[in-house]
């Protein structure tokens, strides 16, 4: 079966350091990897993509991610944590040749920044 | 957010009610879709329109009947919910083939009585 494992329900980082945020895929095939995340009360932000190329995708709010086919992952990454980064964060993977654009969503990741 | 909008935005009513969600897209997509967000779940997709055309339907109970007039409006009429229908339901809409992501409304919290 197709799913996206994110296997740490929290993350927690001091401001200013360096944060990762894990995510591994089950997939056929070369996936479309992506990454939203929600703010309290609010829906879903895109965040940024992997459809192809450069295994190191950057994306909004100075976060990056970098594809590893190997190990079929998609960690979220970002060098300087801000407090404003605390958040809910979702991995998400579309399957290749599917028609109907749907998205497989992993759990989430709570990801909290003290000061 | 105003590219996809949800109403209403909290929404309270009881097993024996009808009521209906109203999700608008103003971002010229031509996919529009509803999911459902519970507490410590994944996201559950629910439905997808393509084109105005249901093209999933992700073994949803028959007590939510979406309807999706045109490319830009998509609704989700409820009838008779269970308790364990309360959640955050969100809409999203996408380009499609040229654009793989997909924008999501505010969302509405839906709590059943």
């Known amino acids: 079966a197709q799913s996206v494992a994110q296997p740490e329900d929290q993350v927690n980082v001091a401001e200013g350091n360096p944060l990762t945020v894990k995510c591994t895929y089950s997939?056929?095939?070369?996936?479309?990897l992506f990454w939203y995340v929600q703010y309290p009360n609010r829906g879903l932000q895109f965040l940024l993509k992997y459809i192809t190329g450069d295994n190191l995708v950057k994306g909004s709010y100075g976060f990056e991610a970098e594809f590893n086919k190997s190990q079929t992952s998609f960690h979220l990454k970002k060098p300087s944590a801000l407090v404003s980064d605390s958040a809910l964060y979702f991995c998400a993977v579309r399957p290749p040749m599917d028609s109907s654009y749907k998205l497989i969503f992993g759990s989430g990741t709570r990801l909290l920044v003290r000061p | 957010e105003t590219g996809v909008t949800q109403t209403p935005r909290h929404l309270v009513m009881g097993m024996t009610n009808k009521k209906s969600l109203k999700c608008e897209q103003h971002l010229g997509h031509n996919a529009m879709y509803w999911y459902k967000q519970s507490a410590k779940k994944p996201l559950e997709l629910m439905f997808v329109y393509n084109f105005k055309e249901q093209t999933e339907n992700n073994s949803v109970p028959s007590r939510f009947s979406p309807e999706c007039p045109n490319s830009s409006h998509l609704f989700l009429h409820l009838h008779t919910l269970q308790p364990e229908d309360s959640a955050l339901y969100l809409c999203?809409?996408?380009?499609?083939?040229?654009?793989?992501?997909?924008?999501f409304g505010p969302g509405t919290r839906l709590t059943v009585t």
């Open positions: 999203a809409s996408s380009q499609g083939a040229s654009s793989y992501e997909q924008y």
């Open positions: 997939v056929s095939g070369n996936p479309y």
